[in-house]
């Protein structure tokens, strides 16, 4: 097999990244080593910044976000005895919309499938070759049968854990490994908050999230090493309750049925170059941040978005500029929003020092009480502009 570019991962960032070739005219074969159906069903992130919408919006992927998501014009920062609002739009004019990433990856493949995009599902034993000359990549596919597929470049999406990341030789990695996880449920239960509640709470953070009018998504700080199912539902409800302020100036939790448990490890991240000779590394396979800022999925758009421009510049034009600028301008925005990341993962996560409680809380009560700080957590949450 041939094509223009060859994309590992069929995720948000490479059918993303195939859907903006696409419509500039490069062909793309995808290769994904789980099966379709998991990679749908993946839950992720729920946030989406100002620009990622519109983004999506402007190559026909907004109908439904626009219809059924929910845009928000903020948050809610919290602590004990205190519930401040940020309005997004009134500090930095952007908003930021609730839409799940397996709803997004749902409207990614309805697409791709529309423009009958060669995608190839659990595949094994992926490898990429001659990558500063005439790259191919090897694999087998889902019926064993041993496969090659050649291409002028290679667009790496396949995630912290596949091949593409470790086929840079030699690279420069930053990595903070966060002393505590998310523990994250899903309950069919409608939303007790019309905007996300960030908590600082002694006992530890917790997050009110919401997927759709039915559906919250809730998280607790945990140590390391916490195993779900030692938590009864009970037990952490009783948890969210106390950290989120139940029955503060009259709020409510309210519980319902938990459908999915879940611990997520917390860390930053960063591996450069995103590029070595004709391969490019684009979303988790450069980059991961901590869920805290919701930036993981945005990074990902925001680097296919400089991706594609660069690899149709440098496949129809023969133009290697953007190409050539691509690690260095994606690295701007992921240091920006590493940063933000571990800004707001250690403003809220609590350490068990009493020093660090203080400073904590102290830089709460500035965020919520100067416009010039909630200003800066507007700007950087709602997201910045494309091309940053």
Known sequence: MRTQVAIIGA??????????????????????????????ARIRAGILEHSSVELLASVGLGSRLRAEGDEHRGIYLQWPGERHHLDFVDLAGRSVWVYG?????????????ADDQEIHYEVSDVSLHDLAD????????????????????????????????ASIPSPKVHEKVYPYSWFGILADVAPS?????????????????????????????????TDPQSWSDDRIWD???????HG???WKLNPGPITDKSVLPMRSYVQTPMRHGNLFLAGDAAHIVPPTGAKGLNLAIADVALLSKALIA?????????????????????????????????MLHTSGDPFDAELQLSQLRWVAGSRAGATGLAENYAGLPLGY
């Open 11 to 40: 995720g948000p960032a490479g059918l993303l990244l195939s859907h903006l070739l696409a419509q500039g005219g490069v062909s793309s074969v995808v290769l994904e080593t789980r099966s379709e159906e998991y990679v749908a």
């Open 101 to 113: 990433q397996t709803e997004v990856q749902k409207d990614l493949i309805a697409a791709r499938r």
């Open 134 to 165: 005439s790259p191919y990549v090897t694999y087998t596919d889902k019926d064993g049968q041993s496969q090659r597929l050649d291409a002028a470049f290679v667009a790496g999406c396949d995630g912290s854990f596949g091949p593409s990341r």
């Open 193 to 225: 908050t019309d905007e996300l509640i960030y908590a600082w709470h002694p006992d530890g953070f917790a997050l009110h999230s919401m997927r759709s009018a039915t559906v919250s998504r809730l998280y607790l700080q945990v140590p390391n090493g």
């Open 239 to 245: 948890e969210l309750a106390t950290r989120l302020g």
């Open 248 to 250: 503060q100036n009259g």
């Open 314 to 346: 440098q496949v129809k034009e023969k133009n290697p500029t953007l190409a050539d600028a691509y690690s260095d301008d994606a690295q701007r925005r992921v240091w920006r929003c590493t940063h933000f990341s571990w800004w707001m993962t250690t």
